[in-house]
């Protein structure tokens, strides 16, 4: 049935009617509150502190504003820069803001808040990213005047703009809250941003804020939206964020989880939006150890790509919610090679290319073994939760049709990190890759020659034509010229398969059918779904909402 439902999903995206005469869209008008459940509790809005916290950044998306937004394609797109030049050298940037820009107190945005921004994440104190701190602080800012200033890096860097997404904070605001204490700052109840919603209020139930209210801002750069306001709740599981759908409390749902998807198809009114999440599963290969070097053999990499059930996976374990992997680069993205197709499940083949690698194929069935007896048998080490244990079960019961002996050895996923894929002590692993929050796709940090020692490059993938690709579109600003640049890494990496790309989840957003206007395309990161919520609307007058106490911390 799940695999059914996700068809649907995909395929079935609730057609509007067509009457006689034609379509009939309807128009947007301004008005109306649309209420969205979180899944998760508020912790601080405050988008230098939202990393850990979802439901934080999806909230901050819509206050705060940033230098560059990012299109579904992963493309630049001006946001709060309103345009920029680039060096030959690719080390140096010239940024203009927009003219009369706007926090939501009606106070001037400048140079000066970014500027001051910039320096937080400098600041020790501040609980970022120790990758984003250290880039930062190898950075120069110079102000040319209130609205343009360039940023010098210590080399070409073209993944850069990556790191312009930060939510921009008011100086006039925090410039005289010490950075030691900017965590526990009663500002982070009482957000001033420079986004498409301004906060208005908290919402209490007794004392325990149960959700946010914000308004619309008039003066917004990107245009004031057709919504007036926008309230999120949160509540502790899906379940419960269904159940309040049902009980007319909110109008969407931020994830559809596995868990209740087969319900929430069952809602006549609910409209659901599916697009691939940034992460992919797959399975690495220790090409560096030599207790199994029949792995360093590209033949049989493939054998074993080939000797996967994929369908079957993603339907009967994922419950449909993924599609088969293509390769280290997501599809959608302006980087992708669309030429690229699945591997196919063909056990035949699989056995047949074993049988050129020079493997002796018992006639019978049984083990596979090498010329000189060894058996072709490793370990694969995976998560210990229920989903990859139960994938690791179907590859393993897969290789054994082909005669491969798979071990299996569960651990928490931090140990497999620190004491299997870090020290490189691994036969075979079966991972997850997150890149979040990354629109650029650079792969270089996972199959990069420099990386394979002590970076992550844990396959040890030693590749150097791959690396130069990788080499070049790191330091060149043409996305032209890096898009080739990839493509050939892509069909280089296919060829090769130093690790094997499975699977990208889904994401499924639900949101009642009296909302219009919302377009949901590739994401790298949940908040994503609101890229364009200035251009939603809402076609019907809104479910009555039930009253609750509200205040202003």
Known sequence: MAAIAVGFLLLEQKPATIPQGGIVAPAPKRGGVYTEALIGTLSRLNPLLDYGNQPDRDVDRLLYCSLVQFDATGLPQAGAAESWGISKDGATYNFALR?????????????DDVIFTIDLMRNDAVPLPADVRALWKAITVKKFDDHTFQIHLPEAFAPFLDYLTFGILPKHIWGNIPPEQIVNAPQNL?????GPYRFDHLVLDGTRISGVSLRAFDDYFGGRPYIDRVV???????????????????????????DILIQALREPHLDFYTTRLPRMTMILFNLGNNEVPFLQDKTVRRALYLGLNRRWMIDRILDGQAF??????FPGTWAYYDKLQPVPYDPDQAKALLKKAKFIIPAGGGEVREKD?????FTLVHPNDPTHTRLAEAIRDDWAVLGVQVTLKAVPYEKLLTDYLEPRTYEAALVDL??????????YPFWH????????NYSMWDNRRASEYLEQARITPDIIRRQKLYYNFQVLFEKELPALPLFYPVYTYAVDAQVGGIRLGPIFDLSDRFRTINRWFLVAQPRAMPLTPTATP
Request: charged share 20%; hydrophobic share 30%.
């Open 99 to 111: 003219p009369n820009l706007k926090w939501h107190d009606g106070e001037p945005l400048t140079t």
């Open 190 to 194: 009482q957000p001033v941003g420079c």
């Open 232 to 258: 999120f709740r949160y509540y502790a599981s899906a379940q419960d964020a269904l159940q309040a759908y049902r009980d007319g409390e909110v109008l969407g749902i931020q994830q559809i989880t596995p």
């Open 324 to 329: 088969e992997a293509t390769g280290p680069i």
């Open 373 to 377: 007896g060894q058996a072709l048998a």
């Open 434 to 443: 997150d890149l979040s929050r990354s629109p650029d796709p650079d792969p």
């Open 449 to 456: 020659q420099s990386q394979k020692a002590n970076g992550q």
